[in-house]
């Protein structure tokens, strides 16, 4: 297999911090790495005018056995503005750790299944089922680049998804889903000392905010492996000077969902809950944007791939997996929906350790992995 710790190193140094992305010179590096190997690598550009791209590789079997996706994203977060012990973008191993920003999020999970792919490829054994490895930009923008890229005619035959998000080697068969939306008011400005010639737009924004934050179930409904849906009053904008009555207000609000919660029932009482606090106040009016959504996504524990990876985690990594739930989205919420195959996650990393100051990723994580994904591609696939 290519060696994994390098091809890491290799990738944490080239900067595709998501904004902007600039995801297409990392793109740039793995693609040769799967065609020389014998893939069918397609590149797909992202986003018109931007430094954008994915790439969708892959190995042909005979089409006797379901394929298996490998799934990645190349983009980062920020560095953030916590002063780092080292070069966020260097990629720095001391003591068994390999330092920078995506190192565990997740450009060690992309080098694992790369090196995999490329040491199935290299073995020459015959394939019953295709192996096909997506790597994808702007994930970290609620999995923006996953939701354009499924559309392309390069995902079918396939039976499951291998997403190589940090879990420290443990198997993860479920994710929250997600509503983020803008709430936003308009009233009508006035001079402060004069509020009954205005219409307070924030204040509108108070009441609902302060009504759906006791409305909105935290409580119910409970999933065994994700617990209870979550509420978060992310932003709020508006006004322009204390002594001016506000005409305009924002707020963004992020909602995690488990299975049973209704998206649209959701949307739909919130917009009722805007609606009935206009009621109340003259001259205000009320509107909710849907910036984004995605189900929660729950696999059996039982498929082939999670049989498949607990046996390989357990004799490799010497690690008893429990199938569990995470509380973010992965790019298995656009996976399992749109190309109806079950997921599972799985990666090198610790959970905590994405998006942290000085991220890093244990280099006997990343070689285990690879051996990993590999030995699970030749189960699956052979």
């Not at 977060?77 to 001391?94: A, S, Y």
């Not at 649209?264 to 009935?276: F, G, K, S």
């Not at 990666?347 to 244990?362: I, K, L, T």
Request: aromatic letters at 6%; one cysteine or more.
């Amino acid at each position: 297999m290519e060696d994994v710790v390098a091809l890491t190193q290799k990738l944490v140094r080239i900067n595709t911090t998501n904004p902007p992305g600039n995801e297409s010179p990392a793109i740039a590096v793995l693609e040769p790495l799967l065609r020389g190997a014998g893939f069918e690598a397609t590149v797909v550009p992202y986003l018109d005018g931007a430094d954008r791209s994915h790439v969708v590789a892959r190995l042909r079997g005979r089409g006797e056995r379901p394929g298996l996706l490998f799934s990645g994203h190349v983009d980062v977060v920020p560095p953030g503005g916590v002063p780092w012990t080292v070069d966020p973008f260097g990629g720095e191993i001391r003591e068994g750790r390999l330092y920078g920003r995506g190192s565990c999020d997740m450009k060690g999970g992309v080098a694992a299944l790369v090196s995999a792919a490329l040491g199935v490829a290299r073995s020459g054994r015959p394939l019953a089922g295709d192996l096909v490895v997506a790597l994808t930009s702007d994930e970290e923008r609620f999995c923006l680049g996953a939701e354009a890229l499924v559309r392309e005619p390069l995902f079918e035959g396939l039976g499951s998804a291998l997403v190589a998000e940090p879990t420290s080697l443990q198997l993860f068969i479920a994710e929250k889903g997600g509503v983020w939306v803008e709430a936003v008011f308009y009233g009508k400005t006035a001079h402060a000392s004069m509020p009954q010639m205005g219409a307070n737009a924030v204040g509108a924004m108070a009441e609902f905010l302060y009504r759906w934050e006791q409305e909105y179930r935290v409580d119910e409904p409970l999933h065994p492996l994700l617990g209870a849906p979550t509420l978060n009053l992310g932003t709020v904008h508006g006004g322009v000077k204390i002594n001016v009555i506000p005409d305009s207000c924002v707020a963004e609000i992020d909602m995690r969902t488990v299975p049973g919660v209704d998206h649209a029932a959701v949307i739909r009482r919130m917009e009722q809950l805007m609606a009935e606090v206009c009621g109340r106040r003259p001259g205000v009016r009320s509107e909710l944007r849907l910036s984004s959504e995605r189900a929660a996504v729950s696999s059996p524990a039982d498929t082939a791939l999670g049989q498949a990876l607990a046996t390989a985690v357990r004799e490799i990594a010497d690690v008893d997996p429990t199938p569990g739930g995470v509380p973010y989205c992965t790019e298995g919420c656009i996976w399992t929906p749109q190309l109806g195959i079950p997921m599972v996650i799985c990666g090198p990393g610790a959970p905590g350790m994405a998006h942290q100051p000085d991220e890093y990723v244990e280099t006997r994580e990343l070689e285990l992995a690879a051996r990993i994904y590999a030995r699970v591609a030749e189960e699956l696939l052979t």
